[in-house]
């Protein structure tokens, strides 16, 4: 889990970067820096509402008080300066979490920031993409994961997870592991998988799921592949609900606006599922950079991080991490080959 008190601000993009943020909206960049009109005298977020002023009137600054300091003014429309405030906010609420033994309710951790409970409810989950409570129960699963690979019992595995009792650790597990804690520890003992392979476009896919939902696409791999990351699962051949399922994934890879509402089963921490929830906000067609991501959730200074989590992606098409591009608009990386990314971006722009 990284910690987001310890994080470093991002570096502030370039000036070209700042007006195509601002021409799009973009929420994800609000904090990175703002934007300063010379004929209204005002700074706003890139995300601001207002009409857009003409490129030339335009300059951009890494901070408000860097905004301050030249002689603008806060846009009351969007208010700049709430932004800073609001992601400190987020960043002390995380810390509470993770130093907290129990974990502490949504009235608390608002108390503690200085916002009312619903107001920081919507805030958190915008910053995060996740709720304060999905947040907690994410943070004592990956405990729970790592205590389980050092533990020699699992009633202590879960104890020192922060659990008060089994129970809900059994709960959680089932909910965000997709099975048990013994057989989390046991390579997936006694959890049935269902599997299947598709002919698509860009080569065979593999497409497997839980009963909870899927758990695996990925391009070129098969039973082999499937039984090394679950080595005690129980592989069975798909049933007609895996085959329904398949049959939209393919559909993603040559119709990215076709109806990808599926069920899921992916295990993360909850950094990772932040990110790969940030990801499935972007539109068919459209990019991201890592920072961009980074920021979208709340981390700005994540950047490497994010891209790592990109990397860790088990559902390729679906959670759609070819979407992400470096900085500097190159390609980047992709778990499924260079080539397949490049054709999934051109398609997508095509439609």
Excluded at 167 to 188: I, V
Excluded at 204 to 222: Q, V, Y
Aim: positive net charge; glycine residues 8%; contains cysteine.
């Amino acid at each position: 889990m990284q910690h987001m008190t310890r994080l470093a601000p991002a570096a502030m993009p370039d000036a070209d970067a700042c007006w195509a943020a601002f021409l799009r909206r973009d929420r994800a960049m609000d904090g990175q820096f703002v934007g300063c009109v010379a004929t209204t005298g005002i700074y706003c977020k890139p995300s601001c509402a207002a009409r857009h002023p003409r490129r030339e009137n335009m300059s951009f600054l890494p901070d408000p008080a860097a905004a301050r300091a030249a002689g603008f003014r806060a846009c009351l429309r969007c208010r700049p300066d709430e932004v800073g405030r609001d992601r400190l906010a987020v960043r002390a609420a995380i810390a509470m979490i993770e130093a907290a033994e129990d974990a502490p309710r949504l009235e608390a951790i608002a108390a503690h920031v200085g916002y009312a409970p619903h107001h920081f409810h919507r805030l958190f989950k915008r910053e995060t993409g996740l709720t304060p409570a999905a947040w907690t129960r994410a943070l004592r699963t990956e405990r729970l994961k790592t205590a389980l690979g050092a533990e020699a019992r699992i009633t202590d595995a879960i104890y020192e997870a922060g659990y008060n009792a089994p129970s809900r650790a059994y709960a959680d597990a089932q909910r965000h592991l997709g099975m048990t804690p013994s057989a989390w520890k046991d390579g997936g003992r006694g959890v049935a998988i269902r599997w299947r392979t598709v002919d698509t476009s860009l080569g065979p896919m593999l497409i497997a799921a839980t009963p909870k939902g899927l758990c695996r696409i990925s391009f070129g791999e098969g039973e082999a592949a499937l039984r090394a990351r679950f080595p005690q699962a129980r592989l069975c051949p798909a049933d007609a609900d895996l085959d329904a399922m398949a049959a939209k994934v393919a559909a993603l890879v040559d119709d990215p606006c076709a109806d990808a509402t599926l069920p899921t089963d992916v295990r993360g921490t909850a950094f990772q599922q932040a990110v790969w929830a940030a990801l499935r906000t972007i539109p068919p067609g459209e990019t991201r950079s890592y920072g961009d991501i980074a920021a979208a959730i709340g981390r700005p200074g994540a950047v490497r991080a994010a891209g790592t989590a990109c990397g860790d992606n088990t559902l390729a098409v679906l959670i759609p991490c070819h979407r992400v591009l470096r900085s500097d608009g190159s390609l980047g990386g992709y778990a499924w080959g260079i080539e397949r990314k490049q054709a999934l971006l051109a398609r997508e722009k095509a439609k």
